[in-house]
């Protein structure tokens, strides 16, 4: 968790506690865990977040595998289902040169695109959260989050990123793998061509990278200090992501309207976890708090979330920053006794104020 609870709750009509506003533009610093191992061969490095499970049996063969696509739907379609003839390359490098390679390649985005995050979130019913910006950001706001988290961003195995934009129409993601995929409109397939040659990168069948084996998922972050408070404090991955979804305008892509886990089943109503920002004329935050609820949607539960927080009189706006499904054991350590009346009633069951 990224802020930190007060310890005393409060009950759904209370006021939340005095609070001081942190920086607008806070970047705590994200340390790498120094006790992970990396696994390396010879010539081929894998990122702290993804390990083989038996490295003795672990050949990775860098290179590329590439595809035509063909142009997939119509008019009746919007711009995001709407994709054009493209190349597509899927791309296994060493991690040591992951970062050179992706620096080469953003090259090909145009001066405006849309950012892209993966992230393997809280979710009790959803394994990733996936975010995108809707609306074209300037690429110095990608590149500006990228230098800011690059260490998180390359190392770690729960999360994958990248950028894609129309005109030209180009298509950038390092996933959790830090497997690199690239589309392009033919225009420009000879330029990226000449990218991947440049770092020694041929066209093979079928590259091996450490997806092609047993292989385990883990964060790449320090745990937390004990006892560091604000700006000391060490960046958690809700914090470094917050910052993503501000810095590169992204909103979560999920149907706020309907409660499907990743199958497809409808959960009807479900307990969440929010945590709720109040802000003021000036965008400067004034108050936040994680509010436990029920609630059928994404939307329900927002609505909820809001309305379940006094207003501070400085405050001029609410911000949902994130909104999790949890299960009904997690939702009755943080509820208490009222959690088994509260499963699928719709409503607030406590608040509890958060400090930065």
């Known amino acids: 968790m990224g802020p930190r609870a007060e310890e005393s709750w409060i009950g759904t009509g209370g006021g939340l506690p005095a609070y001081t506003a942190p920086d607008p533009n806070p970047m705590r610093k994200a340390a790498l865990d120094t006790s992970i191992p990396r696994v390396q061969t010879a010539d081929f490095s894998c990122p702290l977040g993804v390990y083989p499970t038996d490295p003795s049996s672990f050949k990775p063969l860098p290179g590329y595998h590439w595809a035509f696509e063909a142009s997939d739907g119509d008019e009746e379609h919007d711009q995001w289902e709407r994709w054009p003839d493209r190349y597509m390359y899927d791309v296994v490098v060493t991690h040591a040169r992951v970062d050179a390679l992706l ?5 090909l985005l145009p001066g405006r695109c849309y950012p892209i995050l993966d992230v393997l979130g809280r979710d009790i019913y959803r394994e990733v959260d996936p975010y995108i910006a809707y609306d074209a950001v300037g690429i110095e706001r990608f590149i500006d989050g990228l230098r800011r988290r690059r260490e998180w961003l390359l190392e770690d195995g729960l999360v994958g990123f990248g950028a894609m934009s129309l005109e030209p129409f180009v298509y950038i993601y390092v996933d959790e793998h830090k497997i690199l995929t690239l589309r392009v409109e033919p225009s420009l397939k000879d330029r990226a061509e000449r990218i991947l040659a440049a770092f020694d990168l041929a066209a093979l069948p079928e590259p091996q990278g ?5 292989h385990e998922h883990r964060t790449a972050l320090a745990p937390p200090e004990e006892g560091a408070e604000g700006e000391g404090a060490l960046a ?19 149907d706020a309207e ?34 436990y609820l029920v609630a059928p949607s994404l939307a329900e539960a927002e609505r909820i979330a809001i309305e379940a927080l006094d207003r501070d009189p400085d405050a001029d706006d609410a911000c949902v920053l994130f909104a999790d499904r949890l299960s009904p054991e997690e939702f009755a350590s943080a509820v208490g006794p009222k959690a088994d009346a509260a499963i ?9 104020a958060l400090k930065r």
């Open 236 to 254: 958690t991955q809700e914090d470094i992501v917050e910052e993503l979804i501000e810095r590169w305008r992204l909103t979560l892509n999920v």
């Open 344 to 352: 699928g009633n719709p409503g607030p069951y406590a608040v509890r």
């Open 210 to 214: 450490i997806d092609s084996f047993e």
């Open 258 to 291: 309907g409660n499907v886990d990743d199958q497809g089943r409808d959960l009807g109503a479900t307990p969440w976890r929010c945590v709720v920002a109040l802000r003021n004329e000036q965008d400067d935050e004034v108050c936040r708090a994680e509010v």
């Open 103 to 107: 620096r080469c390649l953003i090259a």
